[in-house]
């Protein structure tokens, strides 16, 4: 766990099989982000929810999406990279 209190639940680096579906599309301010190179499943002491964070090679954040589940976050990340529960670490 680190100084912020946030703990890694589960994280994928995306391989070739792992492709955007085309289901979501993720901006900052109108523009696209960039690709994906990692998903991590990330809780913070002070809330009961799991983020779903995007980074890039260089390990910043993207993107997140906000879920009450982290089987509701791993259902995300199938429906927007076809992630299966093996893929997971």
């Excluded at 680096?13 to 901006?27: A, D, I």
């Excluded at 690709?35 to 995007?54: K, N, V, W």
């Excluded at 999406?65 to 199938?78: I, L, V």
């Amino acid at each position: 766990m680190s100084d912020t209190g946030e703990k890694i639940i589960n994280q994928v680096r995306l391989r070739p099989e792992h492709q955007p579906t085309g289901s979501t599309r993720h901006t900052v301010n109108g523009i696209v982000v960039e690709p994906t190179f990692e998903l991590r499943i990330l809780q913070f002491d002070s809330d009961p929810g799991f983020y779903l964070m995007h980074f890039n090679e260089s390990g910043e954040e993207l993107a997140d999406t906000y879920h009450e589940t982290c089987e509701k976050a791993k259902e995300q990340a199938e429906f927007e990279f076809g992630i299966k529960r093996k893929d997971w670490m």
